[in-house]
């Protein structure tokens, strides 16, 4: 059978209408893949599962949230739609606008957005403009123009934003039959971490689940103002999609950890390219840099022996790889070249 969407799936637990036409692409249902080749290579005894987020319409969880955002928008009778994005957001709203028939409006940091992302804004007709500035800088003005103009943000800023992306994790709890006790995940502008938390909770409370995770966040040690407890008025990291200095979602990011008794923690690009080449090798999964924070940081607390022995352990990978070509061909080797010769192929493979 074929599935509706997270709107259709989990209409009584979002605050929308309750007779709306609903805007979908039909994200959602993303795989959860246990990992034990990863938990090894970590040495974690706990059982690892990827929430595959990449695997959403658009290649990111940004769509969870956007369908429910431009679902809303259309019923307020908007006729356009603008964010600020490092890349993901841009290419979910840009999709999910031209499919509603809206206009879709994007500032971005120029030069920081990885062209695969870049090119499914430009592809799906959305107006994009790079300004001299980053990210934050770039969501200053998009609240500013919305006050100016008659457009609405879908940027997490959104209530409607969470509301999507909180789906996730009641997919994890529905094929778990239980919340896990441990949820590490890249934090950026920290709205997914946000709406986890919100999506867990609401399954406890609803008798869904008895039990709530650890939140985990996990943020590039030279984008972590939450990690630092300030903001940065230049971030910079690998993971372009959590370069960001200011989160719009500071508050219920915090709320998340010390609600939870999780902690947010920061890793270097070197390790998270380390855990980007890693998940790729031992389970075939491929995932974006920023994703691959959240392997990043469940080594970290791994090599601590802070994730005890029988754990179970959820990872989510926000983005499929390919929105980020050019970091997998800087880090992977170079192939070998040579003439088309049975021999030389042969002696080149090594076998």
Same mark, same amino acid.
């Given at each position: ?30 795989? +959860?893949?246990?990992?034990?080749? @990863? /938990?090894?290579? @970590?040495?974690?005894? /706990? ?75 430009? #592809? ?12 934050? #800088?770039? @969501? ?51 709205? !997914? ?25 996990? $943020? ?7 990690? +630092? ?26 709320? #998340? ?15 998270? +390219? ?29 090599? /601590?022996? $802070? ?29 070998? !070249?040579?003439? #088309?010769? @049975?021999? +030389? ?7």
């Amino acid at each position: 059978m074929r599935w509706p969407g997270i709107i259709a799936t989990y209409r009584p637990h979002l605050s929308l209408a309750g007779h709306v036409e609903v805007v979908t692409l039909h994200e959602g249902n993303t795989p +959860l893949i246990e990992a034990p080749r @990863l /938990a090894a290579a @970590l040495g974690v005894e /706990a059982r690892v599962f990827l929430k595959c987020e990449g695997m959403n319409p658009t290649g990111s969880f940004k769509d969870r949230g956007m369908t429910v955002a431009i679902t809303a928008a259309r019923v307020e009778g908007a006729s356009s739609v603008i964010c600020a994005s490092t890349g993901n957001t841009s290419a979910s709203a840009a999709a999910y606008a031209a499919r509603a028939g809206l206009d879709a409006f994007v500032l971005i940091p120029k030069g920081k957005v990885a062209a695969g992302k870049l090119s499914q804004a430009v #592809a799906h007709g959305a107006h994009v403009v790079a300004i001299d500035g980053n990210f934050d #800088a770039a @969501l200053d003005l998009v609240r500013e123009i919305a006050t100016r103009r008659d457009i609405t943000i879908v940027n997490s800023t959104n209530p409607y934003r969470l509301e999507g992306q909180k789906t996730a994790a009641f997919e994890i709890c529905d094929v778990l039959g239980q919340a896990p006790d441990y949820h590490f995940l890249p934090v950026g502008n920290a709205g !997914n971490i946000t709406a986890y938390w919100l999506g867990y909770r609401e399954y406890r409370q609803w008798g869904v689940v008895a039990s709530l995770p650890k939140m985990m966040g996990v $943020q590039s040690a030279g984008a972590a103002p939450l990690v +630092l407890g300030h903001p940065i008025d230049d971030p910079e990291t690998v993971a372009s999609a959590i370069r960001i200095g200011n989160p719009a979602s500071w508050d219920g990011a915090i709320n #998340a950890r010390d609600g939870s008794g999780g902690v947010i923690a920061s890793v270097t690009d070197d390790e998270i +390219l380390a855990a980007y080449r890693l998940l790729a090798s031992t389970e075939g999964v491929f995932a974006e840099p920023a994703s691959a924070a959240a392997v990043a940081g469940l080594a970290k607390h791994g090599r /601590a022996r $802070q994730i005890e022995e029988g754990a179970t352990v959820v990872c989510t990978l926000t983005g499929h790889g390919l929105k980020d070509p050019d970091t997998a061909t800087g880090v992977s080797a170079h192939p070998i !070249n040579v003439a #088309a010769d @049975l021999g +030389l192929v042969e002696a080149a493979l090594g076998i």
